[in-house]
């Protein structure tokens, strides 16, 4: 694909001058590809938006390589630093307030006195980030309320040549968008990801609760209709509606045409990064209806089942 390019030196900085520019390009990250503009320009910001076909008041989450910059954007505390300690880089997104002569667009944050800010892990995003003087917005690569994408083709499939540079960095090793943790006020997860809640209580000493509604959307994530293939869906189904596609998960079933399994060794990170893909497989099969098998409510399987939910709406 000619506008598929390798990580190396050269390509790299390429990336840099279109960026300069203010246009658009599609990053790798360990969770999901992502449209990557300057997060600072609101003539980047808008291109995203208008690629996306994105609600204005849906925020984008602002991507580092480190606090250097984020220390004149945004405002954080201890309890921040303890998860930026542990977790990050990696696939945590944190919601903080933001500083007032912040150069953040105000659109990248849908006008909210709060940002997303995440540091992300991919070796190809980081070396990027590196080079700039400037952090990335970046939502996934995708049309809006879609299925996200894990691998440089799948950007491809949703926009053909109107991204013009996709950065390679292989496949998403996790497959699902980061979780997002709001610090604004009392710690609370907006979206599951592959850090739990668990493990972020374990680290600030306290509960942190796993989700709770808010009409405020302050956060990626938190629209009821999202991550969709746009084909009806039914969750825990026990068999498969005629002629449906059938989500399965584990060994008990014995493989047939329309039978497409997450993870046959019952692995959830497994079923995590299948995810997408296998919506994405199932679309283009045309299939009309998609039946899901229950899947564990646990450790990464409640981000799954977050992304079921949406999808089936």
Known sequence: MKNIYKNSFYNLNKAKKILEKNKIIAVPTETVYGLAGNAYSNKSVKRIYNLKKRPKKNPLIVHYYNLDLLKKDAKYDKNFLKLYKKFSPGPLTYILKKRKNSKISKFANAKLKTIAVRFPKNKAIRSLL????????????????GVSPTEPLDVVDEFKNKVKFILNGGKSIIGLESTVINLSNKPRILRPGAISNIQIGKILKKKVSNIAGSKLIVSPGMLKRHYSPGIPMKLNSKKADYKAAFIVFGKKY??????????????????????????????????????????PNKNIGIAINDRLKKASK
């Open 130 to 145: 590196k080079k700039l003087s400037f952090p990335l917005a970046i939502p996934s690569a995708n049309i809006s309320t």
């Open 254 to 295: 014995k493989m047939k045409k329309n039978m497409f399994n997450l993870s046959k060794n019952s692995n959830l990170k497994e079923a995590a990064k299948n995810l997408y893909k296998v919506l994405r497989k199932i679309k283009k099969l045309k299939y009309k209806k998609i039946n899901v098998v229950k899947i």
